[in-house]
């Protein structure tokens, strides 16, 4: 892709800040370069010198020049290292916006054009995303993971193999006549489809792993009225987030405060005490809360031992029963997984582990995450079912025809084909600057 304009934009963080990088892309940065600083730079190499405009010095910094195509975009790039301070930053980007054929970037268009010039392909930018975003170790490691090309190598392989695949089926087709052409070919051709089947099947299977990941570990809280729920909920926190009362039903929204266990985000939910007769507000947050526990990956049941209320729970939801109070009761542990004091600390650090340890469970184990999205599960399976189809076709014009739909799909995964519908949605999460 050629540009036609050049585009700039600050990089960094909120200003003031101790530093701030304006960057460009485009066919003009040569001409900004020298336009404020005096000249261009050595290619990657960082000199130091005077910003000004209108004959007026704007600040000393730092000036980087990146010529394309090795560059992060594909195009001729360039860095402004200038400190930090709101004037200067307004000064240097009212130099650059007097330059014709420059303009503010829009959001994600530094990625966008590096897509559009083969730097990156779409599981990468999405990757970068989410590396962008990560709060935790192991967001971070498994935005790495995409960023690097796991995902992208898997699909790249497996669309090599549905063209070498059609191949085979259309020289089946054409010179089935031929002397050369392998007789049985056919059972072959399935068997290595029904191969690929499995090992699409199977990273598609991992996308609620990515997903826990990505969004968090949801743990819901759930017990009868003073139980102990929020009590618990802040001692997990180690703050106040959420009202603490002896009243029954002061709990009737929930309360959400996310933790880092072992790296991973955990998002535990406070939710209202369920009982019978509650009156209709109350019901409301039973009901919310029952529903916490239907989407939820862990329930905590917690039950006060000093006067234990029981709580029906659908049979499918994963729970550690936890008994409450502690404190005031003895510690009888034959009926509860751990026991709890909110209030002095007992069992608290015991339980953070229980639940990183439930979390590890749901999770593989030295092969790693593949940061997979609910964007590539759609093609995958799509791709799936394609090949499932091309298995099942008694004419081998369909199987080959089948074939080709499950490569475009694969395709489709990293950018490859039609995917301009895409484009804006994936790109309009980033931030200006990237």
Same mark, same amino acid.
């Given at each position: 892709?050629?540009?036609?304009?050049?585009?700039f934009?600050?990089?960094?963080?909120?200003?003031?800040?101790?530093?701030?990088?304006?960057?460009?892309?485009?066919?003009? %940065?040569?001409?900004? *370069?020298?336009?404020?600083?005096? $000249?261009?730079?050595?290619? &990657?190499? +960082?000199?130091? #010198?005077? !910003? @000004?405009?209108?004959?007026?010095?704007?600040?000393?910094?730092?000036?980087l020049?990146?010529?394309?195509?090795?560059?992060?975009?594909?195009?001729?790039?360039?860095?402004?290292?200038?400190?930090?301070?709101?004037? %200067?930053?307004?000064? *240097?980007?009212?130099?650059?916006? $007097?330059?014709?054929?420059? &303009?503010? +970037?829009?959001? #994600?268009? !530094? @990625?966008?054009?590096?897509?559009?010039?083969?730097?990156?392909?779409?599981?990468?930018?999405?990757s970068?995303s989410?590396?962008?975003?990560?709060?935790?170790?192991?967001?971070?490691?498994?935005?790495?993971?995409? %960023?690097?090309?796991? *995902?992208?190598?898997?699909?790249?392989?497996?669309?090599?193999?549905?063209?070498?695949?059609?191949?085979?089926?259309?020289?089946?087709?054409?010179?089935?006549?031929?002397?050369?052409?392998?007789?049985?070919?056919?059972d072959?051709?399935?068997e290595?489809?029904?191969?690929?089947?499995?090992?699409?099947?199977?990273?598609?299977?991992?996308?609620?792993?990515a997903?826990?990941?990505?969004?968090?570990?949801?743990?819901a809280?759930?017990?009868?009225p003073n139980?102990?729920?929020s009590?618990?909920?802040?001692?997990?926190?180690?703050?106040?987030?959420?009202?603490?009362?002896?009243?029954?039903?002061?709990?009737?929204d929930?309360?959400?405060?996310?933790?880092?266990?072992?790296?991973?985000?955990?998002?535990?939910?406070?939710?209202?005490?369920?009982?019978?007769?509650?009156?209709?507000a109350?019901?409301?947050?039973?009901?919310r809360?029952?529903?916490?526990?239907e989407?939820?990956?862990l329930?905590?049941?917690?039950?006060?031992?000093?006067?234990?209320?029981?709580?029906?729970?659908?049979?499918?939801?994963?729970?550690?029963?936890?008994g409450?109070?502690?404190?005031?009761?003895?510690?009888?542990?034959?009926?509860?997984?751990i026991?709890?004091?909110?209030?002095?600390?007992?069992?608290?650090?015991?339980?953070v582990?229980?639940?990183?340890?439930?979390?590890?469970?749901?999770?593989?184990?030295?092969?790693?995450?593949?940061?997979?999205?609910?964007?590539?599960?759609?093609?995958?399976?799509?791709?799936?079912?394609?090949?499932?189809?091309?298995?099942?076709?008694?004419?081998?014009e369909?199987?080959?025809?089948?074939l080709?739909?499950?490569?475009?799909?694969?395709?489709?995964?990293?950018?490859?084909?039609?995917?301009?519908?895409?484009?804006?949605?994936i790109?309009?999460?980033?931030c200006?600057?990237?």
């Open positions: 892709m050629r540009s036609t304009e050049t585009i934009a600050l990089s960094t963080g909120h200003l003031p800040s101790g530093i701030a990088i304006v960057r460009m892309s485009g066919p003009g %940065v040569r001409h900004a *370069l020298e336009k404020v600083s005096g $000249s261009v730079p050595p290619p &990657r190499v +960082a000199r130091f #010198g005077a !910003f @000004s405009h209108d004959g007026e010095v704007l600040d000393h910094g730092i000036m020049f990146f010529p394309g195509p090795a560059s992060a975009t594909g195009e001729d790039c360039g860095e402004f290292h200038v400190h930090g301070s709101p004037a %200067v930053v307004k000064g *240097l980007t009212a130099a650059l916006s $007097s330059l014709e054929g420059f &303009r503010l +970037a829009e959001p #994600g268009e !530094f @990625s966008r054009r590096a897509f559009l010039n083969g730097r990156m392909d779409l599981t990468a930018v999405e970068l989410d590396l962008i975003a990560a709060e935790t170790d192991q967001q971070r490691r498994l935005a790495l993971s995409g %960023v690097s090309g796991r *995902l992208r190598d898997l699909c790249l392989g497996w669309r090599h193999e549905l063209q070498t695949l059609r191949a085979k089926v259309e020289a089946e087709l054409d010179f089935s006549d031929q002397d050369d052409v392998e007789p049985g070919l056919n072959t051709l399935r290595q489809m029904g191969s690929l089947i499995g090992r699409i099947e199977a990273v598609a299977a991992r996308f609620r792993e997903e826990i990941v990505r969004e968090g570990f949801r743990v809280i759930l017990g009868a139980a102990g729920k009590s618990l909920l802040n001692a997990l926190a180690m703050r106040d987030v959420a009202i603490v009362s002896e009243e029954p039903g002061t709990t009737r929930l309360v959400e405060v996310a933790l880092e266990i072992d790296g991973y985000k955990v998002i535990v939910t406070d939710t209202a005490g369920i009982r019978e007769g509650a009156g209709i109350e019901t409301m947050g039973i009901e809360a029952r529903a916490a526990a989407s939820a990956d329930v905590i049941l917690l039950e006060d031992m000093s006067n234990p209320q029981p709580v029906d729970l659908n049979a499918k939801h994963e729970v550690i029963r936890v409450s109070k502690s404190d005031i009761r003895e510690r009888d542990a034959d009926n509860y997984d026991v709890v004091s909110s209030l002095n600390g007992y069992g608290i650090a015991d339980l582990k229980m639940v990183g340890t439930r979390l590890r469970e749901r999770l593989p184990g030295g092969e790693g995450l593949i940061s997979v999205r609910e964007r590539h599960v759609g093609h995958i399976l799509r791709a799936r079912d394609a090949l499932l189809r091309a298995c099942e076709a008694v004419e081998i369909i199987a080959a025809e089948e080709r739909v499950a490569a475009v799909e694969i395709g489709r995964v990293v950018g490859l084909g039609d995917t301009e519908d895409l484009l804006g949605e790109f309009s999460r980033f200006i600057g990237k």
